[in-house]
Nanobody, 117 residues
Framework: QVQLVESGGGLVQPGGSLRLSCAASGSISSIVAMAWYRQAPGKQREFVATIHKSSYTSAYADSVKGRFTTSIDNAKNTVYLQMNSLKPEDTADYYC??????????WGQGTQVSVSS
């Protein structure tokens, strides 16, 4: 089992920045990749970014490429999502995801991000 706890959400003005954190615990050694997803009101959950735990290779959705950066600190078992140049359309609940070597997915409880003036 893997437990994930997100933090760092909040209200920010357009053009501002936020950094989300996701702390993992439990069967850490089974995790191969971590990712961020988001779900806006009335919309389906969508992929935002992912990072491989060992190679640090990352990938991003086109909508956030160049503005968001994901990183991982394996010593702290924590993955981060640095969000810059935020837009109102980035408003959503952001969820952390961990995928294990057996392709089992775990999810955090989510953290809310609101971008508004």
């Amino acid at each position: 089992q893997v437990q994930l706890v997100e933090s760092g959400g909040g209200l920010v003005q357009p053009g501002g920045s936020l950094r989300l954190s996701c702390a993992a615990s439990g069967s850490i050694s089974s995790i191969v990749a971590m990712a961020w997803y988001r779900q806006a009101p009335g919309k389906q959950r969508e992929f935002v970014a992912t990072i491989h735990k060992s190679s640090y290779t990352s990938a991003y959705a086109d909508s956030v490429k160049g503005r968001f950066t994901t990183s991982i600190d394996n010593a702290k078992n924590t993955v981060y999502l640095q969000m810059n140049s935020l837009k109102p359309e980035d408003t959503a609940d952001y969820y952390c995801n961990a995928r294990t070597e057996k392709s089992v997915n775990y999810w955090g409880q989510g953290t809310q991000v609101s971008v508004s003036s």
